[in-house]
């Protein structure tokens, strides 16, 4: 599963940083929250000897942190302790943090070797292994939408746009691709550039989008689907933190504010085979057989995927028509209407992108879904369909439900990802989610004293 390092990036890190005095030893949980401990830097190469014991039941928790029973990771289970492996090349500095502090991700076995059911990241492996068969490796990007928000709310307790520090102002316009937007917060940006080089992430380019304080950062493509989303999951954690050493915060929720843009996670796909050929490749602008394929195995579990591509209740906030989010089974050619795009550029850059999945959705159960789907379409040959073009919002009907609970009963009916994801994840997963969209469906909001307190 994963490639185990070697005690000399151990002993070079600890050379190389001697002011580092502490590590967080980090997983990525179900939710793809951050979990795990600080160590002293001198518990650093018994880590990279020994592994470090997590309980499993960090993959059977809801969003705020409590152990969901119904996942039998708790009780069920005694609470066990895992072993969590360092992965090799991702030990580094966190350079926005004071004091001087390292970081490693890490990954979560069973105690006879067999990698941990539970884990997103064994999940998204086991997906990539089905590729081999085919003589076939998947190259993945994410791309990662985020708001820029003041440490203070409004009057209402609100989030609100963060005060421009070149113009004292607070951001209220919508300037998509605008540079000025970017300028006014080059010093943030320049310190995510820095902290992404001293990590090795891959990031490019930074664009402001469709609302005050939204802006987006890519990563590049990878032939490795597992690091990929180390990077995004990685990146996530960075922005956080730089944007808290430059007074503000950021948020990768959904839809943090009800009349403007929702962010996203978009996933770009293409498979290459043993020459590194992209076998989605074609001088048509809708690719080749392959790509064709693929698109009709991702509408195919469209549905299925839904509560993975939208996890919590604020995701289907998200879901409006005309807001850049699209909704229907449609695939197509340089149309951001559409769930599958296929972008424009040379032959040779063909690839779906994945526009479905909100920005607080877990990268490596998104790029498992994804890349089932598109291994679903190839096996099975499956045919997407004629492509869409123009606005799709008008021509068809959506199909992604608008609903926590009907998507959470989609995925409980499903009959192509758990052969894919395995049964026992999948069931994890599901109670992890009912568990907290029950939770937040038995909590009186505000709203509804507004509404009804006086009224009924």
């Not at 942190?65 to 072993?83: C, Q």
């Not at 059911?117 to 085919?134: K, Q």
């Amino acid at each position: 599963m994963a490639q185990h390092p070697t005690p000399a990036e151990v002993r070079e890190f600890l050379e190389r940083y001697p002011d580092i005095s502490s590590i967080d030893v980090l997983i990525a949980d179900i939710n793809g929250c951050q979990r795990g401990k600080r160590i002293r830097r001198d518990a650093l190469p018994k880590i990279y000897e020994h592994g470090v014991c997590l309980p499993g039941s960090l993959y059977g928790m809801d969003i705020t942190g409590a152990t969901v029973e119904a996942s039998g990771l708790g009780f069920d289970d005694g609470d066990a302790d895992r072993l969590c492996w360092p992965l090799a090349g991702r030990l580094h500095p966190a350079p926005w943090q004071t004091p001087a502090t390292g970081q490693v991700l890490m990954y979560m076995q069973e105690a006879d070797g067999r990698p941990f059911f539970a884990d997103p990241r064994h999940v998204l492996a086991t997906v990539v292994e089905r590729f081999r068969a085919l003589g076939l490796t998947p190259v993945v990007a994410v791309e990662l939408e985020f708001y820029l928000i003041d440490r203070k709310r409004d009057r209402d307790r609100r989030p609100q746009p963060p005060v421009s520090p070149i113009t004292g102002e607070r951001e209220s316009s919508t300037q998509v691709y605008g540079v000025k937007e970017v300028d006014d917060y080059d010093r943030f940006f320049e310190d995510v550039a820095r902290c992404c080089e001293a990590q090795g992430l891959p990031a490019d380019t930074a664009v402001s989008e469709y609302a005050p304080g939204q802006y987006e950062v890519n990563l590049h493509h990878r032939p490795d689907a597992l690091a990929a989303c180390d990077d995004a999951f990685l990146l996530k954690r960075l922005i956080k933190g730089v944007a808290r050493h430059h007074g503000m915060e950021a948020t990768f929720m959904a839809k943090p504010y009800e009349d403007r843009a929702g962010s996203g996670l978009h996933l770009h796909a293409s498979l290459i085979d043993g020459n590194g050929a992209n076998i989605f490749a074609a001088e048509s602008p809708l690719g080749s057989d392959a790509l064709r394929q693929a698109a009709g195995g991702l509408i195919a579990t469209m549905t299925e995927g839904a509560a993975i591509f939208a996890p919590t209740a604020n995701s289907y906030r998200r879901y409006r028509v005309n807001n850049y989010v699209p909704m229907a089974a449609a695939w197509g050619a340089n149309n951001r209407t559409l769930a599958l795009r296929i972008p424009a550029g040379p032959p040779d850059s063909r690839r779906i992108e994945h526009r479905i999945a909100g920005a607080d959705a877990n990268p490596y159960t998104v790029a498992a879904a994804v890349l089932a789907g598109v291994h679903h379409g190839i096996a099975s040959r499956l045919d997407p369909g004629p492509a869409t073009e123009g606005n799709a919002y008008t021509q068809i009907q959506p199909v992604v439900p608008r609903y926590w609970n009907e998507a959470l009963t989609l995925f409980d009916r499903a009959a192509i990802l758990p052969t894919y994801l395995g049964a026992d994840f999948c069931r994890v997963y599901s109670a992890c989610r009912w568990h907290e969209c029950e939770t937040f469906n038995a909590t009186v909001t505000p709203l509804e004293y507004e509404w009804y307190l006086r009224n009924v």
